[in-house]
């Protein structure tokens, strides 16, 4: 069996490595000139840069992590417990937020236990910002959870449903919110990848590019056309596949096979964020992201990837972080180092090393999402080649981990 993928992303990487393995040809068609998708890294004077967001490895899937790790080896790896702060009136709170309270000024802290301890009474709220309010008490919603959210989405709250949350956002108990109040320890604050790994060396390009060894990948092609012949599909007109796996995003779809006008305007309208990322120099520091809900700030968060490997920096007196700005692509990016809107002046961000714009950064799960990826997907499942995976195949907010297990559970679909 012959397969064309689209896409060399992490999904594109995995299930061509899977495929190939159980003894199909693997043809992988990337628009780019490396592979990695999203989970790309590049060195620019020396520091790690994650260009599209940083990318770590943590899976409650072990079948990932085994398979990750027979490509490459655990010792290739730096294992890191996290250490995410919020940037809250002018001081380093510990997240999670809501169990981090006992760092706030007392006025706030009561504020906000009051109102989680009230909170989660009567029906479940269907839309993003009231479920905030329901879940977390006004003094957490307001504080914290709506103006975060509202920078990162850039998208009316209240217009989001919330199905897409499960395993996203740490959802702690009022039992457990009590318990952090009283220990006030942050090491007691559980949430999602609380402890992950990373590359030693190279960043997470490393793992991409181990991934992507001995395969067949095709770099600077932009899929132009995609037809059926037969029982045959043909990838621009020159390449005959019997199986199509397509992780590139779904608007790409429309302008290159002919699909029905419904479908087509069901996949026009899905919403995305963009991104973009600034890598700078910065004073050392232990932390590994930092979340900035003011909205002073354009910036909502930095990656410190010089954290997450100590070879992340070439000065070890130093570090380096990759400040988050979601919408268009910026213009002047060596300008923002001389605004005063862009991140809080503590951080040290004074130069602009490097920039990226990212089209397609997160899937929005708005409320008419439900409805129209489920006419796609209905729609594509129909054919029995061709076939949609990873986040921007199936317009699914995933991780990585869930990307690679998806394309796992594919793999055996297709080679029983």
């Known amino acids: 069996m012959k397969v064309g993928v689209l896409g060399a992303g992490v999904s594109g990487l995995t299930i061509g490595r899977l495929l190939q393995e159980r003894g199909c040809e693997v043809i992988l068609f990337e628009k780019n000139a490396t592979a990695g998708g999203l989970a790309r890294s590049r060195f620019t004077n020396g520091l790690l840069y994650d260009p599209h967001g940083g990318h770590i490895l943590n899976s409650k899937h072990p079948e990932v992590m085994d398979w990750v790790f027979s490509i490459l080896p655990k010792e290739n790896w730096q294992y890191t417990e996290r250490n995410a702060k919020i940037f809250f009136r002018g001081k380093y709170i510990s997240y999670p937020f809501e169990l981090s309270l006992c760092e706030l000024d007392t006025d706030d802290a009561v504020d906000c236990v009051y109102d989680f301890i009230l909170a989660q009474k009567g029906e479940e709220p269907s839309d993003f910002r009231e479920w905030l309010v329901w879940n977390f008490g006004e003094g957490i919603a307001e504080r914290y959870m709506i103006p975060y959210n509202e920078k990162i989405w850039a998208y009316p709250l209240e217009d989001m449903e919330t199905q897409w949350m499960q395993g996203k956002m740490p959802l702690p108990t009022k039992k457990e919110m009590i318990r952090s109040m009283l220990l006030k320890d942050p090491s007691e604050r559980k949430m999602p990848h609380s402890s992950f790994y990373y590359p030693l060396r190279g960043g997470i390009q490393t793992m991409v590019d181990a991934i992507a060894d001995g395969m067949d990948i095709r770099y600077n092609t932009n899929i132009t056309k995609i037809c059926k012949r037969g029982r045959k599909w043909v990838i621009n007109e020159e390449e005959e596949v019997d199986q199509i796996v397509s992780t590139i995003p779904l608007p790409l779809l429309p302008a290159v096979m002919e699909l029905p006008a419904e479908i087509v305007q069901s996949i026009y309208r899905l919403k995305y964020n963009s991104l973009s990322t600034v890598l700078f120099e910065c004073p050392k520091t232990d932390i590994t992201w930092l979340y900035i809900p003011s909205h002073a700030y354009k910036s909502h968060r930095v990656g410190y990837q010089s954290t997450l490997t100590p070879y992340g920096c070439p000065v070890s007196d130093r570090s380096c972080g990759a400040l988050e700005i979601i919408g268009k692509p910026i213009e002047d990016p060596e300008a923002l180092a001389h605004r005063h809107d862009i991140l809080p002046e503590e951080l040290g961000y004074t130069e602009t090393l490097d920039y990226e714009f990212t089209e397609y950064a997160y899937v929005i799960h708005d409320r008419k999402y439900r409805d129209s990826i489920t006419a796609v997907k209905a729609y ?37």
């Open 380 to 416: 594509f499942s129909e054919n029995d080649s061709f076939h949609l995976l990873g986040r921007w195949g199936t317009w699914n907010y995933k991780n990585m981990d869930l990307c690679m297990a998806d394309a796992m559970q594919l793999a055996k679909e297709l080679t029983l």
